[in-house]
């Protein structure tokens, strides 16, 4: 028994190693971003930033008249309305992501009219649209738009994420995207 004891003890720490191991937070876990989930039309408040998703489409095509610019493709355009909770310095939705499975799809900078990089005034509502150039088969399923002033997904801070249901939106032949502005009380 004296000999198999170092064996045994021996075991049981690697057992507890592994435990321990199992049960340790990843990186991402202690320093990613902290998501303030919400849904589809509900106002959605994060440190940074105050949104809403009003409006979502699927169109064949999108254009800019006020600069002659125009693409055909599979576009999904978000309206979003938005505001800065509490200061306007840097305050501009900086990154838009969508995330539909597996993969991440920026907001386009083809158009010029974009609420991307839009200043944000505190208790005023920002009105503007994001355009998502989507590969032709991702028309279905289940989507999140993500939000966040920081030009690179936060770390240690917060994001705004609302869901979407592709099934449930319209297609249109044809969009024009305007400049966003402030909205009307």
Same mark, same amino acid.
Request: proline share 6%.
């Given at each position: 028994?004296?000999?198999?004891? +170092?064996?045994?003890?021996?075991?049981?720490? $690697? =057992?507890?190693?592994?435990?321990?191991?199992? $049960? !340790? @937070?990843?990186?991402?876990?202690?320093?990613?971003?902290?998501?303030?989930?919400?849904?589809?039309? &509900?106002?959605?408040?994060?440190?940074?930033? =105050?949104?809403?998703?009003?409006?979502?489409?699927?169109?064949?095509?999108?254009?800019?008249?006020?600069?002659?610019?125009?693409?055909?493709?599979?576009?999904?355009?978000?309206?979003?309305?938005?505001? #800065? *909770?509490? !200061?306007? %310095? &840097?305050?501009?939705?900086?990154?838009?992501?969508?995330?539909?499975?597996?993969? %991440?799809?920026?907001?386009?900078?083809?158009?010029? #009219?974009?609420?991307?990089?839009? +200043?944000?005034?505190?208790? =005023? &509502?920002?009105?503007?649209?994001?355009?998502?150039?989507?590969? *032709?088969?991702?028309?279905?399923?289940?989507?999140?738009?993500?939000?966040? !002033?920081?030009?690179?997904? @936060?770390?240690? &801070?917060?994001?705004? #994420?609302? *869901?979407?249901?592709?099934?449930?939106?319209?297609?249109?032949?044809?969009?024009?995207?305007?400049?966003?502005? $402030?909205?009307? +009380?």
């Amino acid at each position: 028994m004296r000999r198999a004891l +170092p064996w045994i003890l021996g075991g049981l720490l $690697v =057992i507890a190693a592994g435990a321990i191991t199992a $049960v !340790t @937070p990843d990186d991402e876990s202690l320093v990613g971003a902290t998501v303030q989930r919400g849904s589809f039309g &509900d106002t959605v408040a994060s440190r940074t930033l =105050i949104a809403t998703a009003s409006d979502a489409t699927f169109a064949d095509e999108l254009a800019v008249p006020s600069s002659d610019w125009s693409a055909a493709g599979n576009w999904l355009i978000v309206t979003v309305v938005a505001s #800065a *909770p509490t !200061t306007e %310095v &840097d305050s501009a939705i900086q990154l838009a992501t969508l995330v539909v499975g597996d993969r %991440v799809f920026h907001s386009s900078e083809r158009p010029s #009219a974009s609420l991307k990089g839009t +200043p944000l005034r505190v208790g =005023i &509502d920002t009105v503007g649209t994001l355009a998502f150039e989507l590969p *032709p088969d991702v028309t279905t399923g289940t989507a999140e738009l993500r939000l966040t !002033t920081s030009y690179v997904t @936060p770390e240690l &801070d917060d994001l705004v #994420a609302i *869901p979407l249901v592709l099934d449930d939106l319209e297609r249109t032949a044809s969009i024009e995207l305007v400049d966003s502005g $402030v909205s009307a +009380p």
